[in-house]
Nanobody, 120 residues
Framework: QVQMVESGGGLAQAGGSLNLSCTAS??????IAWFRQAPGKEREFVAA????????LYTDSVKGRFTIARDSAKNSATLQMNSLKPEDTAVYYC???????????????WGQGTQVTVSS
């Protein structure tokens, strides 16, 4: 069983930055992804990275602002979020699994989530 633990959420002003971290215990994960869920909305894909770090996926709304990175030695991933917007406000979840994808149903393990709030 793999446990995913997120950290680094908090409050930021619009235009500011936050860095999220996700660490997985147990087996090495081929892919780690970040999803987010805003109040009243469905969970949506944000970014994903494969174990070697060379292949990444981003949703269009965060391209150029967010950067996902992988530390395979630590079985972890970070999400550097710059130029934050109020619409980035959500609970951010990291997921882990054997397929690199923007589909949440393809990830087997999930963290509890960390709140990100961006004020205008």
């Amino acid at each position: 069983q793999v446990q995913m633990v997120e950290s680094g959420g908090g409050l930021a002003q619009a235009g500011g930055s936050l860095n999220l971290s996700c660490t997985a215990s147990g087996d090495m994960l081929y892919a780690i992804a970040w999803f987010r869920q805003a109040p009243g909305k469905e969970r949506e894909f944000v970014a994903a990275i494969h174990w070697g770090g060379e292949i990444t996926l981003y949703t269009d709304s965060v391209k150029g602002r967010f950067t996902i990175a992988r530390d395979s030695a630590k079985n972890s991933a970070t999400l550097q979020m710059n130029s934050l917007k109020p619409e980035d406000t959500a609970v951010y979840y990291c997921g882990g699994g054997g397929v690199l994808s923007g589909r949440g149903d393809l990830y087997d393990f999930w963290g509890q989530g960390t709140q990100v709030t961006v004020s205008s």
